[in-house]
């Protein structure tokens, strides 16, 4: 029987070499000449921003009669004693006489930052792309098996010709061509140019998902009177997808790095966002490390979940 490795002592060296970069991390900071400022970064992911109540009509300031309005304040105008507006802060008093288009009160309000903004836009990008992606590479992946000649020669080129050029290369070709032909804004360009970028790969991954299951399975199908295409959907892509799920993982946390080259086209990415706030705070060290723990945070998330996913079907093997 094979002798089972100490736990105890392996994690204890695990610890030692978390430690031993941490460390090595704190001694390179301290040697860098830099003042850092971290507190400026906050306000760049949420701020407490400051909304105005104005008054809409020249009036006074009442308190409420009924039960309901008991402690509260209003304007009353003065032409149209029925005519009342809310006061909810304490800028005004009872019995004063207010103009419109002075303020009444001011209420501050949680407001998501450039910097929350682009990682909303970076998820929006990566999820509509990463759906266009999975269509189109599995339909290129059959299209790859297929016995008709054309189908499986388009097929090839597809994939041969976007994974041979650099994705920067063909979001430019997108944006600046195709857009301008078929009148494109930028984020739809930017989902086109990443979705027929991943579908290549995505086309590869299933295709070689298809061809691991075994030919007596496409066999039994047919045995049992399915047709070809009934026999793919219901036996073999559901063992595929099996299969598939880690690399199709991979590539969708490229996915989501990959969107980072779409700044180039003006759309306020998670990376965009970061170069802006990196001109207006001239701290770039604190800037691009809060964008890098961001990306950390969706991949690390979506690694989650796939790996949740492959834990439910195991079990339900």
């Not at 001694?27 to 003042?35: C, F, G, I, L």
């Not at 104005?54 to 105008?77: C, I, P, R």
Request: glycine share 8%; charged share 15%; aromatic share 12%.
């Amino acid at each position: 029987m094979e002798k089972q490795p100490n736990q105890l002592l392996w994690h204890g060296i695990f610890l030692l070499v978390v430690l031993a970069a941490i460390f090595g991390i704190y001694k390179a900071v301290q040697s860098v000449d830099y003042t850092w400022r971290w507190e400026r970064i906050p306000q760049y992911i949420a701020y407490q921003a400051e909304q105005k109540n104005y008054a809409e009509f020249d009036g006074t300031v009442v308190a409420g009669t009924t039960e309901a309005d008991k402690g509260k304040l209003f304007l009353q105008n003065d032409l149209d004693p029925n005519q009342r507006q809310a006061i909810s802060g304490g800028q005004v008093a009872e019995g004063d006489t207010v103009f419109r288009g002075d303020t009444l009160d001011t209420q501050l309000s949680w407001t998501a930052g450039p910097i929350a903004w682009g990682v909303w836009v970076t998820v929006k990008l990566s999820l509509v792309a990463g759906i266009f992606a999975i269509l189109l590479g599995t339909l290129a992946g059959l299209a790859r098996l297929s016995p008709n000649p054309a189908l499986r020669n388009l097929a090839v080129t597809y994939v041969e010709l976007i994974r041979g050029t650099p994705l920067l290369v063909q979001i430019f070709i997108v944006y600046f061509f195709i857009g301008t032909v078929l009148n494109l804004d930028r984020f739809t360009a930017g989902v086109a140019a990443l979705a027929v970028f991943t579908g290549a790969y995505v086309a590869e991954i299933v295709r070689a998902g298809i061809t691991s299951i075994h030919k007596g399975q496409m066999e039994a199908g047919r045995s049992l009177g399915m047709t070809s295409a009934q026999t793919m959907r219901y036996v073999i892509l559901p063992q595929a997808f099996k299969r598939v799920l880690p690399p199709l993982a991979g590539q969708f946390i490229n996915l989501i790095k990959d969107s980072s080259l779409v700044s180039v086209i003006s759309i306020t990415d998670l990376t965009k966002a970061g170069r802006e706030v990196v001109s207006s705070t001239f701290s770039p060290f604190e800037v691009w490390f809060t964008v890098a723990l961001l990306y950390l945070v969706l991949t690390g998330t979506l690694s989650f979940l796939v790996r949740r996913l492959e834990v439910k079907y195991a079990r339900s093997n």
